[in-house]
């Protein structure tokens, strides 16, 4: 596994800017087209992220996996990837409770969870977001 290869779970409006972040910094950022819809593809393409088609595919070939989905999609998402065993950052706006129930889907597949938090709007390539873990 790769760690240096980092999956984005799924890049809407935020999780795009973050993605493209990642981009600019020199890091390898893919995604999974599969079941999302052509607004994502234009975002992730307009970030410079990788279709790796699956979300399989990420599990397979990546070593870091983050999540930018809605809260009460955080569970639904980590569940997504149950049996990943690499990093996986849930970087959503959820309850301490929530992000134990993430914790425990990812660790019950061998892979490490991080709980995170992301403050502000959507980063642009003059403006930042700040995400702490």
């Not at 149950?82 to 019950?108: H, M, Q, R, S």
């Amino acid at each position: 596994m790769a760690v240096e290869q980092i999956g984005l779970l799924h890049p809407g409006e935020m999780g795009a800017g973050i993605g493209a972040m990642l981009v600019r910094a020199g890091h390898t950022v893919n995604w999974a087209s599969s079941g999302r819809s052509p607004a994502s593809a234009r975002r992730a393409e307009a970030a410079g992220l990788i279709d790796l088609g699956s979300v399989e595919a990420l599990t397979r070939n990546c070593g870091i996996i983050m999540s930018v989905c809605p809260p009460a999609r955080a569970v639904d998402v980590a569940r997504q990837v149950a049996g990943f065993d690499g990093l996986y950052i849930d970087a959503n706006a959820i309850a301490p409770a929530t992000a134990l129930e993430v914790a425990k889907v990812i660790e019950a597949g061998g892979g490490r969870s991080v709980d995170g938090g992301i403050i502000g709007g959507p980063p642009t390539p003059t403006t930042e977001t700040e995400l702490y873990l």
